[in-house]
């Protein structure tokens, strides 16, 4: 044992300036990368993700996020993705007939490589947990803005139109819909179908949507007004031949038109022309024929009174004369 002392002394002094130049290096490389492995940053609004027993739900957390003070290389701490991050603490296996507190410990806090958690403030959460239900609610979908002047929206469909809400049984108690994130109208002139989130009915307990993600179907129609035309003369449209005395019995009708409400109130009487098609109409008949429109672009024909009218084409004289 004396032996395997001395040489252990032996071998400590031995080569001791080198040791002690060796030693004074790493002293000095230690200080000198300190400084690129110590950068902090504070990251506020970290989720902190409560785990419980299968069957139960949290009814009450006093808080659903915490600021953490990370440490790490400069890198390190500028890739922070705080989308990435989460505080988890599991409470399972605890005694629920009763409030509980839970410490935030940096080894719960999740994060990248390089980079630790210090610590969290709060340093701790307290937690409340009920008995989880399930319930089968409608989605309301939240429409933001409003299209652009003269355009409505006309329907809405969501797909599906309930999802099932997991939760703690209180809480579901009081939820009458499940809203989507908003659906913004800005700047629209045509339907659309967009795939959308759903917002989670309170950020003071977490609730499980299923599914979280649902369609929906937007129809987008230009705002229709309506103006009346009466007593607006019909005219003829012959083809090659024209049938002179022709008759069109009324030979006045009134039309409802329907279209956007500036260029409605924009139209005068000459920018509308009833007309009927008489080029197949032979002499001596006698038939009703619709009467039609030419109308300005964007704007149709909602009514037409007479819809038909009566069309009476006499035969020629000499034709009366040889029967």
Excluded: C
């Amino acid at each position: 044992m004396k032996g395997r002392l001395l040489q252990l002394i032996h071998a400590l002094t031995l080569n001791k300036g080198m040791k002690l130049i060796a030693l004074g290096l790493g002293a000095i490389a230690w200080y000198a990368i300190q400084p690129a492995i110590s950068f902090e940053a504070t990251i506020s609004n970290v989720p902190i993700r409560v785990m419980v027993d299968s069957g139960w739900a949290v009814l009450e957390q006093s808080a659903s996020s915490a600021d953490v003070l990370f440490r790490g290389s400069r890198e390190g701490i500028r890739l922070l993705d705080q989308e990435d991050l989460e505080i988890v603490v599991d409470a399972r296996a605890m005694n629920y007939s009763e409030p509980f507190i839970m410490p935030l410990e940096p080894r719960t806090i999740r994060t990248s490589a390089g980079v630790r958690a210090l610590f969290a403030r709060p340093s701790e959460v307290t937690l409340i947990v009920d008995q989880e239900e399930d319930l089968l609610l409608p989605v309301r979908e939240h429409i933001q803005g409003s299209p652009p002047e003269g355009y409505e929206v006309e329907s809405v469909r969501v797909v599906p139109d309930r999802v099932t809400v997991s939760g703690p049984r209180q809480r579901l108690e009081a939820i009458e819909a499940i809203r989507t994130t908003p659906i913004d109208m800005e700047g629209r002139l045509q339907s659309f179908n967009l795939r959308v989130g759903l917002v989670s009915p309170s950020r003071a307990w977490t609730a499980r949507l299923e599914p979280d993600r649902v369609e929906v179907e937007v129809n987008l129609v230009e705002r229709s007004a309506t103006r009346l035309f009466e007593d607006v003369r019909v005219h003829r449209m012959f083809g090659a031949t024209v049938l002179p005395d022709t008759m069109v019995t009324p030979s006045h009708a009134n039309v409802t038109l329907v279209g956007r409400a500036e260029l409605l109130e924009a139209m005068l009487p000459r920018d509308l022309r009833l007309y009927v098609d008489v080029t197949a109409v032979s002499p001596g008949e006698s038939v009703e024929l619709p009467v039609r429109a030419h109308v300005p672009a964007r704007i149709r024909v909602e009514k037409m009174e007479p819809a038909k009218i009566l069309l009476e084409v006499p035969l020629p004289e000499n034709a009366e004369a040889g029967e």
